[in-house]
């Protein structure tokens, strides 16, 4: 019990060390807890703390249920156990971000203003960074240059277009 206390207490802090708000601590039973947070962009977030030894396909449905009851946008799943491979096939493709012990780790770290570890390569998912100095990691790394990429490929064509028709003076 106090090794789960003290789980929950690291997902709190982690949170509000970010700049967002725990709402309300849901105790779900001696080894589960939900965390209810207001993001700092105004969106609901749900992180349980799950301190079982095996992370389980039952238990992963029992929280999707939870969080359609809560009405999240984002969630995590923070546990010092296992993920079973059924219960990974589960969270793969749903709004649902497992973090284990060592992803909980380098968090911390990243949040308490140290360096990113270099062998490290995950998503932020319910972890918001901006306001706060650190870089973006994951998917989110490609997503501005590929924009920026799109745009400047359709004000080209827009200009060739306007050349083509005589419509720019050249």
């Known amino acids: 019990m106090d090794g789960h206390r003290a789980l929950v207490d690291r997902g709190i802090a982690l949170y509000r060390s970010l700049g ?12 589960r807890t939900d965390l209810l947070i207001a993001s700092s962009g105004g969106e609901r977030w749900v992180a349980r703390c799950d301190s079982n030894a095996q992370i389980t396909a039952g238990s992963v449905k029992l929280f999707l249920t939870h969080l ?82 799109l745009t400047l490929l359709a004000v080209l064509l827009t200009i060739l277009l306007l050349a083509w028709y005589g419509l720019l003076p050249i």
């Open 20 to 31: 967002h708000t725990v709402e309300q601590v849901v105790d779900i039973d001696e080894l």
């Open 68 to 149: 359609a009851n809560y009405k999240a946008q984002k969630a995590a799943l923070i546990s010092t156990g296992l993920l079973n491979g059924e219960a990974r096939r589960l969270i793969a493709g749903k709004p649902l971000e497992y973090i284990d012990s060592a992803t909980l780790s380098n968090f911390e770290k990243l949040a308490s203003g140290g360096e990113e570890p270099e062998e490290a390569e995950f998503d932020t998912g319910t972890i918001d960074w901006e306001g706060t100095k650190k870089g973006r990691t994951g998917w989110r790394r490609w997503v501005r240059p590929v924009l920026m990429g």
